[in-house]
C-alpha cells in the first residue's frame, strides 16, 4: 500500500522569500514520485517528476525537490517566491505498474499557497 | 505535441438528469486514460480508468460510467445525477507501458454543478 502526507494545508510567504511545501510518502516499492500545481478552476500541470534518477529534481518554474528514501520526504522548494505562484500544490507517489500496465497515482490532499506582495 | 480536450468547461443539470463529459487526447497513441473528480476540500478521487479501447476500470461504485469507443476519447456519463455528483471533473491520459509508472496529464476540467 501507498500513501502521501502533505504536512500542511496552508502555507502563506512573502513575495521574494523561499518557498518549502512538505511531503512525506509511504511505499512498499521504490516510487515514483510527483509534484502537481493547480491554479484555480484550472487542470492539474505537472511541476516535476522523481523516478530513481538524481535525486535532487528540478522542474518548471524554479521548483526543485529532493527524494530523501532516509526520511521518506520529497519537499518541494523555489528560492524566491513570486506572485504567479499562488496555487494549490500536490505531492503525488505512484505504484509500479506491473503487469497491468498502469500504475495507480495517490495524491496527497493538497497545500494552497499563498503570496503576498 | 499531445493535447487534451474536455468538455463542455461548465455545466449547470437538474437532479435526475442525463450526464455526458467527453475528454479527447491529440498526439500520442494508445494512451491510457483516467477520470478523477475533485470535491471541495476532499482532493482528488480516481473514478474510472482505461488501457484500451473499451476496456474500463471502477475505482469507486457510484451512478457514474464510463465508455472509451474510440482510441483517444474517454466519456463520463450518468443516466441520474445526484447532488453529490457536483465537483470538478477532471481528465487525464498517460503513456501506456508495462512495469513502470508514467506521469499523467491532466485537461482543464469540468466544474458541475447539480441542483
Known amino acids: 500500500a501507498q500513501s502521501v502526507t502533505q504536512l500542511d494545508s496552508h502555507v502563506s510567504v512573502s513575495e521574494g522569500t523561499p518557498v518549502l511545501l512538505r511531503c512525506n510518502y509511504s511505499s512498499s516499492y521504490s516510487p515514483s514520485l510527483f509534484w502537481y500545481v493547480q491554479h484555480p478552476n484550472k487542470g492539474l500541470q505537472l511541476l516535476l517528476k522523481?523516478?530513481?534518477?538524481?535525486?535532487l529534481v528540478k522542474g518548471i518554474n524554479g521548483f526543485e525537490a529532493e527524494f530523501k528514501k532516509s526520511e521518506t520526504s520529497f519537499h518541494l522548494t523555489k528560492p524566491s517566491a513570486h506572485m504567479s505562484d499562488a496555487a494549490e500544490y500536490f505531492c503525488?507517489?505512484?505504484?509500479?505498474?506491473?503487469?497491468?500496465?498502469?500504475?495507480?497515482?495517490?495524491f496527497g490532499q493538497g497545500t494552497i499557497l499563498t503570496v503576498h506582495p | 505535441s499531445q493535447t487534451i480536450h474536455q468538455w463542455p468547461a461548465t455545466l449547470v443539470q437538474p437532479v435526475g438528469s442525463p450526464l455526458s463529459l467527453e475528454c479527447t487526447v491529440e498526439?500520442?497513441?494508445?494512451?491510457?486514460l483516467y477520470w478523477y473528480r475533485q470535491a471541495a476540500g476532499r482532493g482528488l478521487q480516481l473514478l474510472f480508468y482505461?488501457?484500451?479501447?473499451?476496456?474500463i476500470s471502477s475505482e469507486v461504485p457510484q451512478n457514474l460510467s464510463a465508455s472509451r469507443p474510440q482510441d483517444r476519447q474517454f466519456i463520463l456519463s450518468s443516466k441520474k445525477l445526484l447532488l453529490s455528483d457536483s465537483g470538478f471533473y477532471l481528465c487525464?491520459?498517460?503513456?501506456?507501458?508495462?512495469?513502470?509508472?508514467?506521469?499523467?496529464?491532466f485537461g482543464p476540467g469540468t466544474r458541475l454543478t447539480v441542483t
Open positions: 482505461s488501457v484500451g479501447i473499451g476496456q
Open positions: 498526439g500520442t497513441s494508445n494512451p491510457n
Open positions: 503525488v507517489v505512484s505504484d509500479r505498474a506491473g503487469g497491468t500496465s498502469y500504475g495507480k497515482l495517490t
Open positions: 487525464a491520459w498517460s503513456v501506456r507501458s508495462s512495469g513502470r509508472t508514467y506521469e499523467q496529464y
Open positions: 522523481y523516478t530513481s534518477a538524481a535525486t
